[in-house]
C-alpha cells in the first residue's frame, strides 16, 4: 500500500521538477537528396546538369545532426554554378528534395520541388528557384524549407559572387518532452490508486 504522505507531495514534486529541469535534447541525424530535371540540358535526373558553358550541380547534406527542440535552422545543402561564358544562359526545369532521417526514428519523403526559371551567367544571375514551401513530417520531425531570397524562392548566386545557393531549412520536434511523459504516468497511476482505495472500501 502506498504511503498518504508519498501521494499527497509526489504529484507537487514531480511538476516542480517539470518547471526547474532544463528541456531534453531531440537528437535528428538526417541526409538529403537532391534531382534536377530539365529541358534541354544534359544529365536531366540527376544531381548535376549542364545547360551549354553552365553546370549546376546539388551538393547534399551526407550527414547532418542538430537539436530540434522545439526547433532549429538546418542546412538542406547547396547548389553549386560554374560558368566559363558571360553570355546568359536560359535555364529551367524542376528540383526535387528529399530528406532521409535516421534518428530519433527512421525514415524518409520529399521535403519539396522547385521551379527553375530565368538565367545565368558567369557574372550575373536572374535565376530563381521557387519552392511550394510544403512540410515533411517523419515520425515527429517536421522539415520545412526556409527561403531567404525572395518569398518562398532563392535567388541562384552566379559564379563572380562564389556561384553557390545554400538552402536552409527549419527542423520542428513535436515529439512530447520526457518529463511530460514522466507526469502523465505519474497522474494515471495516480489515478489508479485513488481507484484501487475506493473499490477497497467499497
Same mark, same amino acid.
Given at each position: 500500500?502506498?504511503?498518504?504522505?508519498?501521494?499527497?507531495?509526489?504529484l507537487?514534486?514531480?511538476?516542480?521538477?517539470?518547471i526547474?529541469?532544463?528541456?531534453?535534447?531531440?537528437?535528428?541525424?538526417?541526409?538529403? *537528396? #537532391?534531382?534536377i530535371?530539365?529541358?534541354g540540358?544534359? #544529365?536531366? #535526373?540527376?544531381?548535376?546538369?549542364? /545547360?551549354g558553358?553552365?553546370?549546376?550541380?546539388?551538393?547534399?547534406?551526407?550527414?547532418? *545532426?542538430?537539436?530540434?527542440?522545439? *526547433?532549429?535552422?538546418?542546412?538542406?545543402?547547396?547548389?553549386?554554378i560554374?560558368?566559363?561564358?558571360?553570355?546568359?544562359?536560359?535555364?529551367n526545369?524542376? /528540383?526535387?528534395?528529399?530528406?532521409?532521417?535516421?534518428?530519433?526514428?527512421?525514415? @524518409?519523403?520529399?521535403?519539396?520541388?522547385?521551379?527553375?526559371?530565368?538565367?545565368l551567367? @558567369?557574372?550575373n544571375?536572374?535565376?530563381?528557384?521557387?519552392?511550394?514551401?510544403s512540410?515533411?513530417?517523419l515520425?515527429?520531425?517536421?522539415?520545412?524549407?526556409d527561403?531567404?531570397? /525572395?518569398? *518562398?524562392?532563392?535567388?541562384l548566386?552566379?559564379?563572380?559572387?562564389?556561384?553557390? %545557393?545554400?538552402?536552409?531549412?527549419n527542423v520542428?520536434? %513535436?515529439?512530447?518532452e520526457?518529463?511530460f511523459?514522466?507526469?502523465?504516468?505519474?497522474?494515471?497511476? #495516480?489515478?489508479?490508486?485513488?481507484? /484501487?482505495?475506493?473499490?477497497?472500501?467499497?
Open positions: 500500500m502506498i504511503p498518504r504522505v508519498l501521494i499527497k507531495f509526489a507537487p514534486a514531480a511538476a516542480l521538477a517539470a526547474v529541469l532544463p528541456a531534453q535534447a531531440t537528437t535528428v541525424n538526417y541526409s538529403t *537528396t #537532391g534531382v530535371t530539365c529541358a540540358c544534359t #544529365g536531366s #535526373g540527376t544531381d548535376s546538369v549542364t /545547360f558553358p553552365l553546370t549546376m550541380t546539388y551538393i547534399p547534406i551526407a550527414a547532418g *545532426t542538430v537539436n530540434a527542440n522545439p *526547433t532549429t535552422n538546418a542546412s538542406a545543402g547547396e547548389i553549386r560554374t560558368d566559363t561564358s558571360t553570355a546568359n544562359t536560359p535555364i526545369g524542376t /528540383f526535387a528534395l528529399s530528406i532521409n532521417q535516421t534518428a530519433p526514428s527512421a525514415g @524518409s519523403g520529399p521535403l519539396d520541388s522547385g521551379t527553375l526559371t530565368g538565367s551567367a @558567369s557574372n544571375s536572374t535565376a530563381i528557384l521557387t519552392f511550394t514551401d512540410t515533411l513530417n515520425g515527429g520531425i517536421e522539415y520545412q524549407l527561403s531567404f531570397s /525572395f518569398g *518562398t524562392s532563392y535567388v548566386v552566379p559564379p563572380s559572387s562564389g556561384g553557390i %545557393t545554400s538552402l536552409e531549412m520542428t520536434s %513535436t515529439l512530447p520526457p518529463t511523459m514522466a507526469l502523465t504516468a505519474f497522474g494515471f497511476a #495516480g489515478m489508479g490508486v485513488v481507484a /484501487f482505495r475506493r473499490r477497497r472500501r467499497a
